[in-house]
């Protein structure tokens, strides 16, 4: 009987991906909701791949999974991924729906990769089976779906397999508690020249009190939030050494030095973002552990961009135009963002459009969140305007104005798309665009207005 769902769920699936197509509906993991829907343990019954990673963890998972992706492909492997679906348990189902014949059988592969999110786990790991689980890191997210790091850390120990290697974030210790019995490898960026004297005086520090012995933690530096390098002076836990390690970042030759078992590699550096930087050593270490040589991996990665949805650059004469992901209800992506933009030299102007847009048709998230983000980043003198557009442009103003930021330089405005007319766009001026995942689609609009508004008040000047 349980194969007769599975396989009503498996068809109902298929047959809705040209129907689909024809009525011109995206429907990204549609097919899997219909199989759900017919077997609710759909993918007990699906084919498995020979080698399995999935890719998980508050933020970065997205811009990992789709770096590997790329790489893997680049030397030549043909991967089964989720990078344009969904990551939750009908999205899956769907990839898999896509990726097998109609008795469920897979069609030929080297491997799969899988972004995954966290709280569905324990939907999909003990099914699955991965090879390879990966953590980017655990941080303060929604705190109406994910309550807090530690619980997530709880549901995904209990979720995966005791047979499936970890790999994880050792600057994370929270992360890097995640199913001890299990065998892991751990990447992470030595103590740097500009860590000596690193002090973190943010809102989120969320790993603070031993997890052994449930003494204090002191860290010998914090990059943000709690990424850092701690020891508990009661018991001696303290962060572990990492198998895959960043120490030493030239930012200026656009190069950095990876050491794996004291032999040291040096990788292009793609990005000057740390938190990305995090992403690189991640994206490495799975591609030592799936077997690539520290020379395939250089070079796929000197073709190797971050994702154009996450973070882009663009110019317009003078003006630069710098377009950032800054997740809504996700108090750590958004301060990162914030972050690296309070450190770029120049005048700029920021404009917010971080809207929960998909949530706003049926209810309202606490904006609580954004008390947990550190808006005092965007007090500074080099930042003379920031432009709150949307639903929640006046709650964004009221932040602002707590975090120290004169009423003089906020501008309020309700459409995202006039939001782009209230710039000033002075010459030699830098523009920080932040959107949501849900205004993804509309920050790409606004986007192409500011660019087209400064390219014609260039033209003038």
Known sequence: M????????????????????????????YPGQLAVKFCPDFLKYIGRPKKLVIITGTNGKTTVNNMLIDIL??????????????????????VFIKGSNIFGKLKKLDLAVLEVDERSAPKIYPYLNPDYVVITNLSRDSILRNAHPQYIADVLTK????????????????????ALNNKRAYFGINKLPEDENNTYDGLLNDMQICPKCAGK???????????????????????????????AID???????????????IYPLITDSMFNIYNLITVISIGRELGL????????????????????????????????????????????AFDYVSKIDGPREVLLMMNCLNDTKHWSENPCWMYDTDFELLAQDGIKKIICAGARN??????????????????????????????SYDKNDIICLFHGVDSTKLAMEVKAKILELASSKEGKS
Request: glycine fraction near 6%; aromatic fraction near 6%; include cysteine.
């Open 2 to 29: 349980s194969k007769l769902k599975f396989l009503l769920g498996l068809w109902a699936g298929k047959l809705s991906v040209p129907a689909l197509k024809i009525t011109h509906h995206n429907g990204t993991d």
């Open 73 to 94: 492909e680049d030397n030549g492997l043909k991967v089964f991924n989720n990078r344009a679906g969904s990551n939750i348990t009908t999205g899956i189902s769907t």
């Open 159 to 178: 979720a995966i397999p005791e047979n499936t290697k970890m790999i994880l974030n050792a600057d994370d210790l929270i992360s890097g508690n995640v």
């Open 217 to 247: 933690l002191k860290y010998n530096y914090i990059r943000y939030n709690h990424i850092g390098n701690a020891v508990c002076e009661d018991c001696g836990f303290n962060s572990p050494i990492a198998d895959y390690a960043i120490t």
């Open 251 to 265: 930012y200026e030759n656009e190069k950095m030095t990876v050491e794996e078992n004291g032999e040291k590699y």
């Open 293 to 336: 040589t520290h020379e395939e991996l250089i070079k796929s990665m000197s073709k190797t961009k971050i994702p154009g949805s996450r973070h882009s650059e663009d110019k317009a004469g003078s003006i630069r135009l710098i377009t950032q992901m800054a997740k809504e209800k996700n108090a750590s992506a958004t301060t990162r």
């Open 394 to 423: 006046t709650d964004y103003r009221l932040r602002l104005l707590m975090a120290g930021v004169p009423d003089s330089k906020i501008v309020c405005c309700e459409s995202e798309m006039e939001a782009a007319t209230k710039l």
